[in-house]
């Protein structure tokens, strides 16, 4: 089974739910972790320990100087900028480039070839017994964040239970990490951003048809708004996380509220059980 | 010799843009014939990557001198690279102005590097 934890506003504890129902599956099964967060992985902060990095590549443009003219078409059909054509020479901004092939397609002299080059990495670790971490890197400067999130994933295939950690917002990088998910946790706080922040999250998983519920995170008591969307919505309230100084404390640490607060572990069990349900198969 | 100015709309009477890559209008001016050429900017409501692809257009259309209000640094290197001069012009004049100003040896050149 493959979960997905996400949320549209940043900040409201998708990688605390991650982190600790990773942990608290890694009781009783095998779990994969992945973070797909590549621009900040941070659950490697919850799971210290030593980890081994497969390079991440893309495919960028190399121009043969013995064959280009210098006629643009590239240039021109480029719309990231990745090329420039001027009189004499080509210039290329490989950290524009979206690995689309057009240049070398449109190239009337053959002159372009493709050839790889590194944007980030994907960490590998098993901190626990039973928990393999998979930690997506994308390196400062570089927009290919599907692409790093794309290797991640496919390093954690096979597997049979895999936790994707979502990056914040709607955009590329999540829709990448929901690719072929059979459930969506969508973690969000009782305030008015995160509510707003929430209905564009379930909008987007919804448009996807993959079946989701809601984690109300540092709720204060008062989540009526949250409550009466997700009814309207169809979208099952999964498990609430009060508001409280002792939570924070562990969290402010690193820790996990799973191992350090009697009680979580058995509500992140909980958690597990009301996402199976959610999905409506046998995990 | 041609000039590249970034323009607000078409001809030599248009208001300088002070945006490069954004610019709605370039105005290419052979200073040789005073013939101006006006080119509306498919760019302006590009997603990004606009910087390259206007020196792109500045090459294409044989410009030496740009006259521009700022440079992003993928322009800027664009531009160094093809040996394109680029000039500050920050008045709110038109392009036959900055071209006078340009022309009398008033106008800065922008740090391309």
Known sequence: MKIAIASGKGGTGKSTVAANLACTLSRSREVVLVDCDVEEPNLHLFFPGSAEDVPVTTPVPEIDPARCNFCGECGKFCRFGALSVLKDRVILFPELCHSCGGCSLVCPQGAIKEVPRTIGRVACSCPLPSLTLVSGVLNEGEVMAPTVIRVAKLLAEGHPLILYDASPGIACPVIETLEGVDACILVTESTPFGLHDLRLAAEVVESTGIPAGVVINRSDGRDEETLEFCRERGLPILMTIPFSREIAAVQNRGGLICRDLPGWEERFADLFEAVVKVVGVSP | ?113
């Open chain 2, 1 to 113: 010799m041609i000039v590249g100015i970034t323009a607000r709309a078409a001809g030599t009477d248009a208001p300088v843009e002070q945006r490069f890559g954004r610019a709605p209008y370039f105005v290419f001016v052979d200073t040789e014939t005073g013939k101006a050429e006006s080119i509306e900017n498919p760019l302006v409501d590009a997603a990004g990557g606009v910087g390259p692809r206007a020196v792109q257009m500045f090459s294409e259309h044989g410009a030496t001198v740009v006259i521009t209000g700022q440079v992003g640094g993928n322009a800027a290197r664009a531009l160094e690279m093809g040996g394109i001069k680029a000039y500050a012009y920050r008045g709110s004049g038109s392009v036959a102005d900055a071209l006078a100003e340009y022309t009398a040896g008033n106008l800065q050149l922008l740090p391309l590097a």
